[in-house]
């Protein structure tokens, strides 16, 4: 097997974590045109923003379970439960609201919402800055990994701006989203996050080609 140059993808991310990494950028971008768009054209609806968390989590799980993980290890039982804090952290208020926007529930936590509902979402912060260090610690640190890492980062302290934001702030009705600088950090994090990614996936093409062609 020839050797893997040190601007190759490394073969402990696993075969397609490249890609799916690329893909959660992806969705994560496409969700957040999608609802800059609805807040164009009215008062936006939920749907982009579980988009966005989607995109997001896939991501933040990409980063952390790639290169080698002993499942039976306590480092990785705590992996796990603060992915799945995170993963309802992200989903939950969002998802309540889609599914039900007019109960009491709903209600009550738009009620509840204030500066301090940041709090919450610093696990979110934590994990995404653990999952990019810990991924980019796998292999040399090339441009293409450093920002391939480095999107998420952008995104989760957008999230957290966005979030801080949305309750010291008049929510937005028939203006776009793109014009609020929170979103705009988030976009500038899947964006950057993708590019890299993306020039990640690109290189591993004509090593797989080659592989195939030997067979």
């Known amino acids: 097997m020839p050797a893997m140059s040190a ?3 490394p073969a402990r991310a696993g075969i397609g974590a490249i890609e799916l990494l690329a893909a959660g950028y992806a969705v994560g971008m496409a969700g957040t045109l999608w609802d800059w768009w ?3 054209v009215g008062p936006g609806i939920q749907s982009p923003h579980l988009v966005i968390d989607l995109g997001g989590l896939l991501v933040v799980g990409v980063l952390a379970f790639s ?4 499942y039976r290890s306590r480092a ?3 992996l796990y439960l603060l992915v799945v804090l995170v993963a309802l952290i992200a989903l939950g208020p969002t998802t309540l609201r889609a599914v039900a926007p007019t109960s009491t529930l709903t209600a009550a936590l738009n009620q509840a919402l204030s500066p301090a509902a940041v ?3 610093l696990p979110l912060v934590l994990l995404a800055s653990w999952s990019a260090g810990r991924w980019l610690s796998l292999d040399k640190a090339t ?3 450093v920002t ?7 995104v989760a302290a957008g999230m957290l701006w966005d979030v801080y934001w949305h309750q010291t702030h008049a929510a937005e009705i028939r203006a776009s989203m793109a014009s609020l600088p929170p979103h705009q950090v988030m976009a500038a994090g899947f964006l950057i996050g993708l590019v890299g990614a993306a020039y990640g996936a690109a290189l591993q093409v004509k090593p ?3 592989v195939e062609e030997r067979r």
């Not at 290169?67 to 002993?70: A, K, L, N, P, Y």
């Not at 391939?148 to 952008?154: F, K």
């Open 208 to 210: 797989r080609r080659a």
């Open 148 to 154: 391939a890492s480095l999107g998420i980062l952008v």
């Open 119 to 121: 709090v919450p979402y």
């Open 143 to 145: 441009w293409w990994r």
């Open 67 to 70: 290169g080698q993980i002993d």
């Open 76 to 78: 990785f039982t705590v």
């Open 7 to 9: 601007s190759s993808p």
């Open 38 to 40: 609805e807040h164009f």
